[in-house]
């Protein structure tokens, strides 16, 4: 069965810092990594990641993937109050498989 | 363009009961999927319709079922409620061709509190 895991489960930072959030999966049949945002309902997609090694980003956000490791990270520099929210990971496909999140506050 | 709609927004329902949860997939997407999210986990998939049928399926009972139209749009179903049916439930969109087929879009969902 396809497994997704998020560390750590939550994380509280001031503004300004910079954090990391990883994401390891063991799956069948990979076909793309996805992260996700979700602040307070719906999910917002932020990154699609099929290629090992190639970074993908957008503004202070910024993620990578390592097919051989399994796992990829999300980064955030310079974090804002408003990069507060759940992030989601998932393996992608017909069905998303989704880790249980990272939980961010940022703190002012 | 709107995006993904669902409907109602909450819904309060008591055990034993039925439900039916709407929603209507962005313009241009023919692929709709359902999941169901419960508190301080990741959603959970239940099922995936594309041309008006079922195309996968997750470990859901099968009190869970489903529909869609041949607008696109799609109907969740859940009879005899249970307490661990409490959850709030997202409806995604995607369409079916190449890599876009990986994203998929989520509407605002619906927060079912079964009492």
């Known amino acids: 069965e396809d497994k997704v895991v998020q560390s750590p489960l939550s994380l509280v930072v001031h503004e300004g810092d910079t954090v990391t959030l990883n994401c390891s999966y063991e799956v069948t049949n990979f076909r793309s990594l996805l992260w996700y945002k979700q602040e307070k309902k719906a999910p917002t997609f932020l990154f699609m990641l099929t290629s090992s090694g190639i970074e993908k980003k957008s503004g202070r956000l910024s993620s990578i993937l390592d097919k051989k490791e399994l796992f990829s990270i999300l980064n955030i520099t310079a974090t804002q109050t408003g990069d507060s929210a759940v992030y989601l990971c998932a393996k992608g496909g017909n069905k998303l498989v989704f880790g249980a999140g990272t939980i961010l506050r940022v703190k002012s | 363009d709107a995006g993904v709609t669902q409907s109602p927004t909450h819904l309060i329902k008591t055990r034993g009961q039925q439900v039916t949860l709407r929603c209507s997939p962005k313009s241009g997407h023919d692929t709709v999927s359902w999941y169901q999210q419960a508190l301080g986990q990741g959603p959970q998939f239940i099922f995936q319709y594309y041309e008006e049928e079922e195309r996968q399926r997750g470990n859901f009972p099968d009190r869970f079922s489903g529909h869609q139209f041949p607008n696109y749009s799609s109907e969740l179903n859940v009879n005899a409620l249970l307490l661990g049916d409490s959850a709030l439930y997202l409806c995604?969109?995607?369409?079916?061709?190449?890599?876009?087929?990986?994203?998929?879009?989520f509407g605002p969902g619906t927060r079912l509190t079964v009492l």
């Open positions: 995604a969109s995607s369409g079916n061709r190449g890599l876009s087929y990986n994203e998929q879009f």
